[in-house]
């Protein structure tokens, strides 16, 4: 069953990212609107689009976040893989997700800092080499 949903819901995210599920959606607000005269504009007619786009949200919401939530970890498990594969990485960020505000908040300062030694040595060699 969660296979079947994954797959639906993989397959429903790729359909609405698509430009013809764009051009669908408004060709439905299109014949929407233009139904409205002959509806005398009356509250079962704004019903309809209010009911169906709240529908659809609600049930896209669920599939979409599905997909993201699977894309991440695919994404953080490729991620880990280039971690553990690079003798010079820190195999203290695999783990990062999982990490609370404050520890990626250290964390993140550090690589600053390192950066920004980075930088000032970057910057030291060039006037080295512009004074010789």
């Known amino acids: 069953m969660r296979q079947h949903f994954n797959e639906l819901a993989r397959r429903v995210a790729d359909a609405a990212g698509h430009y013809l599920t764009f051009l669908g959606a408004v060709l439905i607000v299109l014949v929407w609107a233009l139904t409205g005269p002959f509806f005398g504009f009356s509250d079962t007619w704004q019903l309809v689009i209010n009911t169906g786009t709240t529908i659809i949200t609600f049930l896209m919401v669920f599939l979409i976040q599905n997909t ?58 060039a006037e080295r080499a512009a004074a010789r």
């Open 68 to 125: 993201q939530n699977r894309d991440s970890r695919a994404i953080h498990l490729k991620l880990d893989e280039l971690i553990n594969a690079v003798q010079a990485a820190d195999d203290a960020l695999i783990p990062a997700e999982d990490a609370t505000e404050e520890e990626l908040a250290a964390r993140k300062a550090r690589y600053e800092h390192l950066a920004q030694q980075a930088a000032d040595a970057s910057d030291e060699l």
